[in-house]
């Protein structure tokens, strides 16, 4: 079958850097995305990851490790603006299988 | 450019009744997916359009659900009749090539409570 895993929760501070870690078990695996969504919203798309490495957008970045099946998304100078749900979704050709998310508390 | 847009953003329905979900995605986008999310759980692909045509429908749950897309423009979401297990935000996204960058744009959602 096809899961993804991440961690439901994390709380840090604003100004902080904060990693948010997924691992992905899928047939055809061609990449991995990342969304954002705060609550009531829609998701937002944050970067996409098709081969190894790190892809920096602004204080996003996100890696993916495509031999150990493992990605993450980082954040770096939080705001409280941040606090949000952010979801992994792998990507199989026709369709985007997505994590459960991990809700970010940024406090002050 | 209007982003996706979905009709209603909140609907109650008894079990039993019916419920029809409208999405309209951005204006050229042939690609146009389905999406729900129960409370706290992952969110769950339904169905891909490719302009009319359903590329894949692997994720909808039963035969209680229908969707269409007339005309390769705005898709409906057809519950008949609903269950309580029904209940969830139901997405629709829609991209242009899909594969090329992983991105989709998403709607707001559609909250369907069945009680």
């Known amino acids: 079958g096809q899961s993804l895993e991440q961690p439901s929760e994390v709380t840090a501070v604003e100004g902080a850097i904060v990693q948010i870690n997924c691992t992905y078990q899928?047939?055809?695996?061609?990449?991995l995305s990342w969304y954002q969504q705060h609550d009531g919203g829609a998701p937002t798309f944050l970067s996409y990851?098709?081969?190894?490495g790190l892809e920096e957008t602004g204080r996003f970045s996100s890696f993916l490790s495509r031999s150990d099946s493992y990605g993450y998304l980082l954040l770096q100078e939080l705001q409280m603006k941040d606090s949000a749900s952010y979801f992994c979704?792998?990507?199989?050709?026709?369709?985007?299988?997505f994590g459960s998310g991990t809700k970010l508390n940024v406090k002050p | 450019e209007a982003g996706v847009t979905q009709f209603p953003s909140h609907s109650v329905i008894e079990k039993g009744q019916t419920v029809t979900l409208r999405c309209d995605p951005i204006?050229?986008?042939?690609?146009l997916y389905w999406y729900r999310r129960v409370m706290g759980k992952e969110i769950k692909f339904l169905l891909h359009?490719?302009?009319?045509?359903?590329?894949?429908e692997s994720g909808m749950p039963n035969n209680r659900f229908l969707a269409e897309r007339t005309g390769g423009t705005y898709s409906t979401l057809k519950v008949q009749p609903a269950e309580l297990e029904d209940s969830g935000v139901y997405f629709c996204?829609?991209?242009?090539?899909?594969?090329?960058?992983?991105?989709?744009?998403f709607g707001p959602g559609t909250r369907l409570t069945v009680t």
């Open positions: 996204a829609s991209s242009q090539v899909p594969g090329m960058r992983g991105e989709q744009y």
């Open positions: 899928t047939s055809g695996f061609y990449g």
């Open positions: 990851n098709a081969l190894d």
């Open positions: 979704a792998a990507y199989n050709f026709n369709k985007f299988y």
């Open positions: 204006s050229g986008h042939d690609n």
């Open positions: 359009f490719v302009k009319e045509s359903k590329q894949d």
